[in-house]
């Protein structure tokens, strides 16, 4: 049985709308990136000291409009492969700009968590922090 | 050096505005899950057949709005278990209530996409979809 065709009754919860509970910043001479959580999220990092692994949901903030309207591009920015459809590919260009990364935690002071492997920008908006990695 | 603290100066991109770009659906006698693309999105689609392993968010729309104020719980609801900060768990309670699931592509008719492992509810607004496994 074919499902019924997607109309507009389904989106009738917009908008969705994000909001961020910390920062990516780089410091001078740390060389690890870090996490600067809000201070209203304080009490959602109980227990995540012993955690090894995290997943970082953060938001491509450097994306321009345009780059968020591309739905084929070529696969890492190289011109001679063939366009493909953003949805086959990581490609940073998407209608949604979220970067999801697994990261490793190497230590917490209060707010700021001290990660290894997180590839987001200097500034990016952090939306979600979760256990673990992405089963 | 530690790094300056977050201010108000850190928030000015917003709001962060999502757009669904599918709803998950399932069928009456269809074994797999099916993630129905909105057909202005056909197009990130292309290349997509061949691809084994994809990761999707979504959104968990069913969460009433108290629950993404809940930044302690009991892992699991289980309430003999102390409670944790939800940046430390999987829990669904978080600030921005986005799923991230690595899926089976079984296959693609059109703009639907049948898949294994989407932990998703039946409804819920699809913010993106990955290349492979997350990283």
Redesign the interface.
Known sequence: ??????DDS??T???????????V?R????PHQ?I???PE?S??????DD?AH??V?Y?M?RLAPEDLQR??VHPRGDRTRP????????SPM???P?G???VTLVRREGL?LYVEGLDALD?A?V?????????
């Open positions: 049985m074919p499902s019924k065709h997607a389904e989106r919860d917009l908008p969705l709308v994000l909001t961020p509970v910390a920062v910043e410091n001078g001479d740390e870090c600067q959580v809000f999220f009490e959602a990092l109980s227990g995540i955690l995290l997943t949901l938001w903030h739905f084929r366009r493909k459809g953003v949805f086959a590919l990581r998407r209608p949604n979220i999801v990364t697994t700021r500034g908006p939306l979600d922090i979760k256990y673990g990695r992405v089963e």
